[in-house]
């Protein structure tokens, strides 16, 4: 938990760098967060005809920029560019690949983005 906690804090940071497994962490958390509130929405009666929850909406869309920010700061640690990120949009190709980035170890050391931090780590 203390990983996500660690992304929310640095809710609009985009520059530096981020480690895999506060990347990984921060997906595990809110697969697990999604899940439990979309099991609320249920049991509340809150869910619209598409079957997305209004809870689950709520926090989609709170996560968001942090979410984002991260996986700049991913690719960052890969010493890769952000422009990376236009791969999303070609489908299944490019999320494979994205996905392949985010497995990967970072740059070890200090790259264009920063310095590394497995270094600077809690």
Known sequence: MDWYL???????GFGGRA?????????????????VLGVVDKLL?????????VLTTIYGVLIFIPGWAL???RL???????????????PIVGWIVMLIFNCQDGTKGDNRFGPDPKLNSW
């Open 19 to 35: 480690r895999r497994k506060e990347y990984w962490m921060f997906v595990l958390v809110n697969i697990i967060l999604t899940f």
């Open 76 to 90: 960052h640690d890969t010493d890769r560019s952000a422009w990376w990120l236009l791969l999303l949009l070609i």
């Open 71 to 73: 996986q700049f700061r």
């Open 45 to 53: 009666g809150w869910q619209h005809s598409s079957g997305e929850g």
């Open 6 to 12: 660690k992304a929310l804090k640095n809710y609009i």
